[in-house]
């Protein structure tokens, strides 16, 4: 049974970082383009990342472009999404998953950015 948790959440200032991880149990997330999600109340779940396989190019959502990173640990079976130069835009609850959604979701990790 695959399981993700996320972690790395909290409550900071804007201009500052954070960084994000998602540790997946159950799967290998080495072999699999892994998302990272934001959900802000009353909205739909957005792609905002992508960490690719090979040398497929990563997305990154324009609001993010130059401030987010995505990438991987595949030892650790662990992504994470380096956060910086926050905005209050970027509050939100941040989930990872497959590319295609394919795992149930993890509980996420509430970040909020205060101006």
């Known amino acids: 049974q695959v399981q993700l948790v996320e972690s790395g959440g909290g409550l900071v200032q804007a201009g500052r970082s954070l960084k994000l991880s998602c540790l997946a149990t159950?799967?290998?997330?080495?072999?699999?383009?892994i998302g990272w999600y934001r959900q802000i109340p009353g909205k739909e779940r957005e792609l905002v990342a992508t960490i690719s396989i090979g040398r497929n190019v990563p997305y990154y959502a324009d609001s993010v472009k130059g401030r987010f990173t995505g990438s991987r640990d595949n030892a650790k079976n662990t992504a994470y999404l380096q956060m910086n130069n926050l905005k209050t835009d970027d509050s939100g609850v941040y989930y990872c998953?497959?590319?295609?959604?394919?795992?149930?979701w993890g509980q996420g990790t509430q970040v909020t950015v205060s101006s």
């Open positions: 998953n497959n590319f295609h959604r394919q795992y149930p």
């Open positions: 159950g799967t290998d997330f080495s072999i699999t383009p």
